[in-house]
Structures are given as C-alpha cells and as structure tokens.
C-alpha cells in the first residue's frame, strides 16, 4: 500500500511537471504570437511573477500547515495545486494581454507553490527515511529526463499542429494529476501487521 502511494504521489510530480515542461522553453514565442502587448521585457517580468510567486505562498502555505489539520491540509494543497496547475493552460488561452498572462503566472506560482510544499511533507510520510534521499534522487532524474522529452514532444506538436492542440493535451495530463491526487487523498496507509509468534 505504501508502494502504491509512493507511486501516486511521483506520477503526480511527473506528469504535471512534464506538461508545463511541454511550453516552458517556447513560451515566449506563444505569447509574442497571440498577445499584442507581449515584448521581451514584459515576457521576462511574467517569468518573475511566476518565481516570485511559488516562492512566496510556497513560505505562507509552510506556516499554514503548522495549525490545524495536518493531514488533510498537505492532502487538499496536493489536490488544489493540481488544479490550479491544470487550469493555468486555459488561462494562456483566453488571455488577450500581458496582465491576464501576469496573472495566469501568478496562479501557476501558487499552484506549485501548493503542490510542492505538500509533495515534500507527504513523501516525508509515506517513503522509509532509510530510501528517502535515495528514492528523491532517482525521482530527480526521471523528472529531468521527463522534462527534455517533453520540450522536444511540445515543440513538435506546437510547429506541426498549433499551440492550441498543445495546450488541450497540457489540460489533459493536468487532469490526470488531479485524479491521482484524489485517489492519493483517499488511499488510507496500511500498517504492516505483526506476524503471531509461533509456539515452541
């Protein structure tokens, strides 16, 4: 069972990573093709919005979690960071101009910022801390080598098909995460039973 959520919460990780990994590197050419206002200067200032952002309900988040409910609270940041996440694609589409994309940034910021911070705690949890460092250092390699796959599979689908086909398949990964983080939620953790003692 602790396998099992081991695996929910790293497919999580993994595929909502490798969904914005899908635009990141061609973002700025996204917006310079459908935002009038978009310049070097205020693509750049939407990069920042986005770091400045993770990093700061990244630290409020943290001090939420010290009060009530602890469980439920890493359990709800991992769903509703999904969420956010899944949902910033669809803010990129409808955006008209640089203050909708200053804003979708900002929603994406808080979104990792929630997924991570529960992502750390709950693997904490869930992992043996004898394999913990050593299971974050395989994740981290399978999570970079997700990410360059998945900038050359972006930029395929974007020169072939158009960025409005990769954007459907970014929310349709980001959906899938969120389920993940759903059955996680509700996957209770099974204590090992003790094995009865034979008798002599």
Known sequence: MVKHRAKLLAATDLILASAFGMILPILPIFLMDRITDATLLTIALSYSFFFVSKAFFSWIFSLFLSHGDYLARIKSGLFFGSLLITITPFLYFISSDMTHIFLAQIVLGLGFAFL??????????????????????????????????????????AFHFGFA?????????????????????FTKEKKPSKRKKKKS
Request: hydrophobic letters at 60%; aromatic letters at 14%.
């Open 116 to 157: 991570k911070t529960s992502w750390m705690h709950l693997t904490h949890q869930t992992i043996e801390e004898f394999f913990h460092e050593t299971i974050l250092h395989v994740h981290g390699f399978i999570l970079t080598f997700c990410l360059a796959l998945a900038a050359a599979i972006g930029g395929f689908i």
């Open 165 to 185: 086909l990769l954007l459907e398949i970014m929310i349709g990964f980001g959906l899938i995460a969120t389920i993940f983080s759903v059955i996680f939620a």
